[in-house]
């Protein structure tokens, strides 16, 4: 069960607008926010308009002017995170240090780097469209083709892991095409594979029980051993694509 939180501070009347889909209205939910979006808070997003909220929105004058502070003397968005989480209470040190790990880490990179570490981090959470999203960014930023290689690699395991092999391969395809690295050859033959195994037994051939398993373990949320099977069964396509070598 997950963690439920009371919200004991002043609410806003005014939110703290995200986007289209995310309001903030209380000190948790911030907390909550920075904390679950790590990877994708820019620093741009602490400024003086943030400050302002916090202090008369949540009246909350003292951390506003702490944030204020650090923003004037150049510190990172790191630092007002850790600042927030640290007030909020609701985190572990050891959980509120791996947050800003991950700030630091995104802010020591460009922002292509950023972008693919972004889409790295959806992809492994399992969040496709947030992690595409971000890889075409990446590729928009960044013209090396050994950096685009590894972009385009990583989102051909996003679409393997949703079973959809022909843009997987496709994928895998530029991959190598652009970077000639043996492991994107090699993804990309695995995935026609699949895709041919796919369309030839889409009966009660001997593919559709593990690929029923594998949906099964992956709408439980059953992480480890969703990927740990499909290791196993790239494993048993690299074999068999070897022997028919």
């Known amino acids: 069960m997950g963690r439920m939180w009371i919200c004991e501070g002043q609410l806003a009347e005014r939110p703290l607008l995200i986007n289209a889909s995310v309001s903030l209205y209380s000190f948790e939910e911030l907390c909550y926010y920075l904390y679950h979006n790590a990877e994708s808070v820019e620093e741009s997003f602490y400024n003086e308009e943030f400050c302002r909220w916090i202090a008369q929105e949540l009246d909350m004058p003292q ?14 968005g790191g630092f007002c995170m850790e600042q927030i989480l640290t007030a909020g209470g609701l985190y572990s040190h050891k959980e ?25 981090r959806f992809l492994k959470a399992g969040k496709y ?12 930023e960044e013209d ?3 950096f685009q290689s590894r972009v385009w690699h990583n989102m051909g395991t996003m679409y393997a892991r949703q ?5 997987a391969g496709e994928c895998y395809k530029r991959a190598h095409d652009t ?6 050859s090699e993804a990309h033959l695995l995935a026609l594979t699949f895709r041919d195994e796919q369309a030839k037994r889409q009966g009660a051939g001997s593919m559709d029980k593990p690929l029923r398993r594998l ?3 992956k709408a439980s949320g059953d992480r480890i051993g969703y990927e740990g099977m499909i290791e196993d069964l790239l494993q048993q396509l690299r074999v068999e694509y070897r022997k028919s070598e």
């Open 63 to 76: 951390l506003a002017e702490q944030l204020r502070d650090g923003i004037e003397k150049g510190k990172s």
């Open 96 to 120: 509120i240090s791996a947050a800003v790990s991950i700030v630091q880490s995104m802010e020591s990179t460009g922002p292509a780097q950023r972008a693919k570490l972004r889409g790295d």
């Open 129 to 140: 469209r947030k992690a595409w999203l971000e890889y075409q960014k990446a590729l928009e």
């Open 144 to 146: 090396d083709l050994l």
């Open 163 to 167: 079973f959809l092999f022909e843009a």
């Open 179 to 184: 970077g000639q690295q043996t492991k994107s």
């Open 215 to 217: 949906r099964e373990m």
